[in-house]
């Protein structure tokens, strides 16, 4: 079983930055492609960003495309969420999820993953 734990959220103002770090328990995390959910009040969990295990390749919604960056640390087994020009639609908790293998080229929604974390609260006031 694969523990995913997530930290660093807070309060943050409109435009300032916030990184986000998902340490893992894997024994072969460099195999697990891994995503950043997020899930604002009210609504439904969407998907944020993904990278695969080696971490040449990166994909991002539309809505955090620019601003959020993903990358991880395979030595460490941290995978990394670094959010800048943070907007108030960004308020939500903020989920890392593990893709374990056989690889799968489905990755945007949160059924496409094995495991999760709790989430890390992250609220961005104007």
């Known amino acids: 079983q694969v523990r995913l734990v997530e930290t660093g959220g807070g309060s943050v103002q409109a435009g300032g930055p916030l990184r986000l770090p998902c340490e893992s328990s894997?024994?072969?995390?460099?195999?697990?492609?891994m995503g950043w959910f997020r899930q604002a009040p009210g609504k439904e969990r969407e998907f944020g960003a993904r990278i695969t295990g080696g971490g040449r390749d990166t994909y991002y919604s539309a809505s955090v495309k620019g601003r959020f960056t993903v990358s991880r640390d395979n030595d460490r087994k941290i995978v990394y969420l670094q959010m800048n020009n943070l907007k108030t639609e960004d308020t939500a908790v903020y989920f890392c999820?593990?893709?374990?293998?056989?690889?799968?080229?489905?990755?945007?929604?949160?059924?496409?993953?094995?495991?999760w974390g709790q989430g890390t609260r992250v609220t961005v006031s104007s």
């Open positions: 894997a024994p072969y995390f460099s195999t697990n492609h």
């Open positions: 999820a593990a893709q374990i293998p056989p690889p799968s080229d489905d990755f945007y929604k949160w059924s496409d993953y094995d495991a």
